[in-house]
């Protein structure tokens, strides 16, 4: 393992454009469960029936017992060393922006600028009738919440069925085009279209380095492969680019 960190940190420490992609594995250690695997959130919902936008409009209470256990979690969650390693790479002009999967707002809480949210987030509730929005920085207490209009109100997340935002798609395909190395962390690669953004990437030339304590569906085009917690490895990774980046501008 610190053999491949090292090269990776060298990979890093070369290249011009680095992207993240991230998903919900980055943020385990920060409290939240995952969706899939053992104790994964749609071991719990059957996602068809509780996170589906025709299912969502046919019955909003019956989803909002999911998203309200999802929200309450999401509210008292923190960002862990995994999204402080990603903001420091950043900071350090060695991160171009992360593509992330998630709803939590955790890489934006731990500094990171430049977030590109393929699946919307859980910071806003918009109104299905007027979409008015309102911040959601406190648990809800009813379900469904309500618009002072009357409609239900849903998280300004992208529910199944629904389309990814064209911003945030166009960006992601263009940056995953354009850069040289795609970190890939936490995430099974088994949801369309955020899944072929390493595909993209790896078509296009850049190198691709994947960290997950479990082999994926990404793993196959996986250049480096990081067996394990992000939390543990990506910090590793950042320690090793400061130092290598310090012998470099020393020299
Ligand atoms: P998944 O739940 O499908 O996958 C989580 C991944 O994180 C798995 O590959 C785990 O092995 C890995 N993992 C677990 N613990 C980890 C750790 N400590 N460090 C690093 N990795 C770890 O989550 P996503 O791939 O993000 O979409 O799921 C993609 C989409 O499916 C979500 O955005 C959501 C869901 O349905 C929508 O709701 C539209």
Known sequence: MEDLIKKVAREIVDAERIVAL????????????????????????????????????????????????????ILAAKPNPAHKSLARLEEIGKLRCIITQNVDSLHQEAGSKDVIEFHGNNRWLVCMECRKKYRADKPVEEIPPRCECGGVLKPDAVFFGEPIPVDALYRSQEESEKCDVMLVIGTSGVVQPAASMPSIAKRSGARIVEINPEPTMITPIADYFLQGSAAKILPRIVEEVETLLGEKHGS
């Open 22 to 73: 991230t998903g919900a594995g980055i943020s385990v250690e920060s409290g939240i469960a995952p969706f899939r695997g053992k104790g994964g959130l749609w071991e719990k919902y059957d996602p068809e029936e509780y996170a589906h936008i025709v299912t969502f409009r046919k019955n909003p209470e019956r989803s909002w017992i999911m998203l309200k256990e999802m929200l309450d979690v």
